[in-house]
């Protein structure tokens, strides 16, 4: 069926209009009329290939919301008219031992990227969310709460899911203390789920004019990590952290952050490798240091069930589609709060 959308031609050039082909609906497929898509900073790495793994044309975006127009035969779960979201991932393997634990974000052969994967239908390349429509497997569907602002649920298909993952994983608890590295587009989702959760929020920023909005999401306190003192003074009082910068960074004052047991999880992807951590409070506190990627489609849905009985969203500035450009220039100089969205049915 044929599309329209928004794509990138070269690495050099701004995104155009483009028209393609998405695959007709196969039996166990849902055919999606998008309302919004979230603009993740990954959408320009991936515009600009920074990361060396792009192929173009590429149509970005991964952070889809919108309604069920139709559905295959073998589907169930859906039907026309229902509130969906699609998130990174509309493929994987499905039978390897990951993908059989429900895990399909580490799936062993690789997922389907939402776009820039391997289109396993009709070949070529998946193509993404910045389009009038997708056409995805029912099992990478999740249905989303209908109470909730639908502009800014988008971006909960990523920044919610990457951050409700590890601290559902690490089984965050009522009445722990919690760090959140960082106060972006991960950061402030992190912040309002853990919040939600029960815990004693505390953030670090590098930035002081960003206590006041942390408090407003829900940190207890902010602490400035460029400050020797201020950081000193959190020496084991921390359960887990949430290293959300995808910037390098020394990670020793945040092991001297953690409780013996603690957890330090990284969900930023720095552009360059951290310095090396010092191993000695890792080997006497018993500390681990670990990563987790997105999250599953289960815990997808989990998140927006949880985000529905608590009113969480994110906090977007919604754009039109011909404005991307401009909210990646924004994007680079850290002017959004905290996620563009693009409403794919503003007309200009």
Not at 6 to 15: E, G
Not at 209 to 225: I, N
Not at 276 to 288: A, I, Q, Y
Request: charged share 20%.
């Amino acid at each position: 069926m044929q599309v329209k959308g928004l794509a990138a031609k070269s690495a050099t050039t701004s995104l155009e209009p483009f028209e393609f082909q998405r695959r007709e609906l196969q039996a166990g497929d849902v055919h999606i009329d998008i309302h919004y898509c979230g603009v993740c900073h990954s959408d320009l790495h991936m515009a600009r290939n920074e990361w060396g793994v792009s192929t173009f044309p590429l149509v970005p975006g991964h952070e889809i919301v919108g309604r069920v127009i139709a559905t295959g035969s073998d589907v169930s779960a859906f039907k026309a008219g229902d509130l969906v979201g699609v998130g990174v991932m509309v493929d994987s393997c499905g039978h390897c031992s990951q993908c059989s634990q429900g895990e399909e974000q580490y799936c062993e052969e690789g997922f389907t990227a939402t776009y820039n994967g391997e289109e396993k239908v009709i070949g070529g390349k998946t193509f993404g969310g910045y389009s009038d429509s997708i056409v995805v497997d029912s099992k990478f569907v999740v249905n989303v709460p209908e109470n909730l602002t639908l502009s800014a649920v988008a971006p909960l298909l990523c920044a919610g899911v990457t951050t409700w993952s590890p601290l559902k994983h690490w089984n965050i608890q009522p009445g722990q203390r919690v760090g959140v590295i960082g106060l972006g587009g991960l950061g402030h989702m992190a912040v309002k789920l853990a919040s939600a959760l029960g815990a004693e929020v505390v953030l670090f920023t590098t930035s002081p004019a960003k206590g006041e909005d942390a408090l407003r999401l829900g940190a207890s306190s902010v602490v400035v990590s460029k400050d020797a003192e201020q950081m000193a003074a959190q020496a084991n009082s921390l359960d887990f952290i949430l290293d959300c910068v995808a910037a390098p960074h020394d990670l020793d004052p945040y092991l001297n952050a953690l409780k013996t047991n603690g957890h330090l999880v990284l969900v930023g992807i720095p552009d360059a490798p951290h310095k090396s951590p010092n191993v000695t409070p890792v080997v006497f506190k018993r500390l681990s240091i670990s990563g987790t990627s997105i999250g599953s489609i289960a815990e997808t849905q989990q998140m927006l069930d949880f985000c529905g009985e608590h009113n969480i969203v994110s906090d977007v500035e919604v754009i039109r589609l011909e404005d991307v450009e401009m909210a990646f220039e924004r994007m680079l100089k850290g002017d959004v709060k905290y996620r563009f969205v693009i409403d794919m049915k503003a007309k200009g």
